[in-house]
């Protein structure tokens, strides 16, 4: 089977819901490139996420962030994983609603705890109560991840390659997005 992918697909979502092993295994299933913003943001720095918050502030890597995802969005059509932030700003939204196709993979708050309680490469968790703080930024961004183009549940029981096939089959009804070409 092969896929005629017309617009770069944007998964966006919370902090530990699968972006980028999601996407690498959809790249692959698709057969198209895989990109990371934050990698390619960590690329043009010469440093991490964690050291340009804290060196640059999170409105300079907002901006950084923005130019990077624009870039990307002009190139081939590919899967493109982005930070859990991305998607709240206004201007991120309107180029990929523009160029591409935002994918929600959404978590709930227990399955994404559950994947990030554990790793300390999250700069926004490093707080006194790292779930409050969780559950907050959850709260607040779920109402806009919910704009979305399309919506992809997320449950604890699908392995990577299970959304994977679970994102290709909401893009299936997209046909302007992702055709079968045999």
């Known amino acids: 089977m092969s896929w005629n992918l017309k617009k770069t697909i944007v ?56 130019q990077v ?47 990030v309680r554990h790793r300390n490469t999250r700069p926004l968790l490093r707080t006194a109560d790292p779930r409050a703080t969780l559950r907050e930024i959850y709260e607040a961004r779920v109402p806009v991840y919910a704009l979305a183009d399309v919506d992809v549940e997320s449950a604890p029981e699908y392995s990577i390659p299970d959304m994977a096939q679970r994102v290709t089959q909401a893009l299936l009804t997209r046909p302007d997005v992702l055709e079968e070409t045999a």
């Open 69 to 115: 995802i624009a870039r990307l969005l002009k190139g081939r059509p590919c899967v493109l994983s982005t930070g859990g932030g991305a998607f709240m700003n206004a201007r991120n939204r309107e180029i990929i609603s523009d160029q591409g196709l935002a994918v929600w993979l959404n978590a709930d708050l227990d399955l994404l705890w559950s994947r």
């Open 11 to 66: 998964l966006v979502g919370m902090m530990g819901a699968g972006k980028s092993a999601v996407g690498r295994s959809l790249s692959a299933l698709l057969g198209v490139p895989f990109r990371d913003s934050d990698i390619e943001i960590e690329k043009a720095a010469n440093m991490s996420v964690a050291e340009i918050f804290s060196r640059d502030g999170e409105a300079f890597f907002r901006e950084k962030e923005h």
